[in-house]
């Protein structure tokens, strides 16, 4: 997950945020293609599953092996009080499992889980504000901390 593409993205939003004091929003495309890294895509397979993709499309964000991907993610800045403490909620349930990525403020991986849809819907179709406590009953892709 070394993409040079990857790093230069992240790059140019950290000198963003130093010169203009907020980073561009790169979270929600890093965490996709970090999700799908993670799952055990390839980048070439990434880059065709990815053709045609809109920034909105509706129910899933990939697909791989015939499963759909839904993903989540989140970034702190480092700033005071920018420690994670919300997590978006899937809005629909039109996906087989969902990826939720916490982020470092150098969007490096700090932790990732993974829910399939009817353990995320059984837990939190109820909840109205989830939390990365929340997200940590999944299964954990990355290493622990």
């Known amino acids: 997950?070394?993409?040079?593409?990857?790093?230069?993205?992240i790059a140019t939003a950290l000198r963003w945020e130093q010169r203009f004091g907020n980073a561009p929003s790169i979270?929600?495309?890093?965490s996709e293609y970090d999700a799908a890294m993670l799952v055990g895509m390839s980048?070439?397979?990434?880059?065709?599953?990815?053709?045609?993709?809109?920034?909105?499309?509706?129910?899933?964000d990939f697909n791989f092996n015939g499963e759909r991907y839904q993903v989540k993610g989140n970034?702190?800045?480092?700033?005071?009080g920018s420690n994670v403490t919300w997590v978006p909620?899937?809005?629909?349930?039109?996906?087989?499992h969902l990826i939720w990525i916490l982020y470092d403020p150098s969007?490096?991986?700090?932790?990732?889980?993974?829910?399939?849809?009817?353990?995320?819907?059984?837990?939190?179709?109820?909840?109205?504000?989830l939390s990365p406590e929340h997200h940590r009953q999944g299964k954990r892709l990355s290493p622990p901390r």
């Open 1 to 9: 997950m070394n993409s040079t593409l990857r790093a230069d993205l």
């Open 27 to 30: 979270t929600s495309v890093l």
């Open 43 to 60: 980048e070439d397979e990434y880059s065709q599953a990815m053709v045609g993709a809109t920034t909105v499309q509706k129910g899933y």
């Open 75 to 80: 970034r702190p800045s480092g700033k005071p």
């Open 89 to 96: 909620k899937a809005t629909n349930y039109d996906w087989d």
């Open 107 to 129: 969007y490096r991986i700090v932790e990732a889980w993974q829910w399939d849809v009817s353990g995320y819907q059984n837990e939190f179709h109820e909840v109205e504000r």
